[in-house]
Nanobody, 123 residues
Framework: QVQLVESGGGLVQPGGSLRLSCAASGSIVKINYMGWYRQAPGKQRELVATIAFIGSGSSNYADSVKGRFFISSDNAKNTVYLQMNSLNPEDTAVYYC???????????????WGQGTPVTVSS
């Protein structure tokens, strides 16, 4: 059984920073990528950023967060981080960890989701 567990959300003032963490645990054989999505009230879930755990470790960002958010990983710990800077109220959302992982017993990657961590940007 594979689980993704997020931490680090909370309340922050506009212009502030937060760092989210997501640790994958369980019978993990391989991680292809991990990343972050977010869902604001009344809106669809959207991609924030992803990072590859294989190959060059390339990353991908939504245009709305480029230059403000930075994704990184610790492959040895099966953990992905999202450093969020210059936060504004439009960044308020529940942030979900996501990843494509191969677990023992399966020969192919499956998509997993975390339970979500809320981020509120408000003065």
């Amino acid at each position: 059984q594979v689980q993704l567990v997020e931490s680090g959300g909370g309340l922050v003032q506009p212009g502030g920073s937060l760092r989210l963490s997501c640790a994958a645990s369980g019978s993990i054989v391989k991680i292809n990528y991990m990343g972050w999505y977010r869902q604001a009230p009344g809106k669809q879930r959207e991609l924030v950023a992803t990072i590859a755990f294989i190959g060059s470790g390339s990353s991908n960002y939504a245009d709305s967060v480029k230059g403000r958010f930075f994704i990184s990983s610790d492959n040895a710990k099966n953990t992905v981080y999202l450093q969020m800077n210059s936060l504004n109220p439009e960044d308020t959302a529940v942030y979900y960890c996501n990843g494509a992982l191969v677990s023992s017993g399966l020969g192919y990657p499956r998509i997993y989701w975390g339970q979500g961590t809320p981020v509120t940007v408000s003065s």
